[in-house]
C-alpha cells in the first residue's frame, strides 16, 4: 500500500514539476534540435487526444523548411519576435507548426470527411453510421447550435486546443519546451496556406500555431496564476 502511494506521490511530483517547468518560450536556442523520437512522442499525444464524438475534426501542419516558415514572418506578431528583438519562434523553434481546424464542409453533420471518417476510421457498419449521422446532426442544430461555417469551424478549433495542450504536456514531460502562438493574422494566414502549402482552406482552417524547442533563456517573470481558490469552487 505504502510503495503504491509512494509511487502516486512521485509522479504527481513530476507531473506538476512539468506545468511548472512549461512557460510560453519566446525564443528558443537555435542550435538545439529536438531529437526526432521525442517529437514523435510529442505528436502521438496530440493524435492520440479525445475529440468530440471521435471526429478527429484537425489537422497538424510542421513547417520546418525555413523559407516556407518565413512566409508567416510579417502578420505573424506573435511569433515573430517583434515583442523582444530576437527572429522569435518562427526562427528559432526547433519545430514550428500549425494545427488546423475542420470547418462546415468537412464537419456539418453528413459531410462527405464524416461518412469516410466513420467507415474507414472507425470501421463501423452502415447502420451505426446512420445513428451517429442522426445523433450528430442533433447536437450540432439542437443540443449546441452549431450551424454556421464560423461556429463549426470554432468547434473544431476547440478540439485542436485539447490536441496543443496534450502535446505541450508531453514535451514538459520530457524537458521540451513550447508556446502555443494565437498572434497572427487570420485572413493572411489563411491566405498563405491556400497559395503555399496547397491547404483547400474552405475544408480546413487554422486554429493555433505552435512552437517547440529548447529554452534560450529563462523565463522573464515569474509564473502568475489566481489562487486554487478563485479558480475552483466547489459544492
Ligand atoms: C491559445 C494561446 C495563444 C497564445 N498566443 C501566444 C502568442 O501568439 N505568442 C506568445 O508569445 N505567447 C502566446 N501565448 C502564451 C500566453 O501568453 C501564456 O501562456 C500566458 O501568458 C501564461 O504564461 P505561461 O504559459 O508562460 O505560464 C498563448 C497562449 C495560449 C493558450
Known amino acids: 500500500m505504502n510503495a503504491i502511494t509512494d509511487v502516486t506521490r512521485d509522479i504527481q511530483a513530476q507531473i506538476l514539476d512539468a506545468f511548472n517547468f512549461r512557460h510560453a518560450t519566446k525564443v528558443f536556442d537555435p ?18 487526444s479525445p475529440t468530440s464524438f471521435g471526429h478527429e475534426p484537425f489537422r497538424v501542419l510542421v ?6 516558415r518565413e512566409l508567416f514572418r510579417e502578420f505573424s506578431w506573435g511569433a515573430n519576435g517583434m ?3 530576437s527572429s522569435g519562434q518562427l526562427g528559432t523553434a526547433s519545430h514550428f507548426g500549425i494545427i488546423l481546424a475542420g470547418t462546415a464542409r468537412t464537419m456539418a453533420a453528413g459531410s462527405e470527411y464524416l461518412q469516410n471518417h466513420y467507415r474507414t476510421v472507425k470501421q463501423l ?3 451505426v453510421i446512420e445513428g451517429f449521422n442522426g445523433a450528430y446532426g442533433k447536437f450540432q442544430t439542437v443540443d449546441h447550435g452549431i450551424t454556421t461555417d464560423r461556429e463549426i469551424t470554432d468547434w473544431s ?26 498572434g497572427f493574422d487570420m485572413g493572411r494566414t489563411v491566405e498563405t496556406l491556400e497559395n503555399h502549402f496547397g491547404i483547400d482552406t474552405t475544408r480546413w ?16 517573470f515569474p509564473k502568475t496564476r489566481r489562487t486554487m481558490e478563485d479558480t475552483v469552487t466547489w459544492f
Open 205 to 220: 482552417k487554422p486554429a493555433v500555431m505552435f512552437a517547440f524547442g529548447y529554452r534560450a533563456r529563462e523565463p522573464e
Open 63 to 68: 513547417i520546418q523548411t525555413p523559407e516556407k
Open 31 to 48: 542550435t538545439r534540435r529536438i531529437d526526432d523520437s521525442a517529437f514523435e512522442t510529442i505528436l502521438e499525444a496530440g493524435r492520440l
Open 157 to 182: 478549433g476547440k478540439q485542436a486546443y485539447i490536441v496543443l495542450a496534450n502535446m505541450m504536456t508531453a514535451g514538459a514531460l520530457m524537458g521540451i519546451d513550447s508556446c502555443p502562438i494565437e
Open 83 to 85: 515583442m523582444n528583438g
Open 125 to 127: 457498419p452502415d447502420e
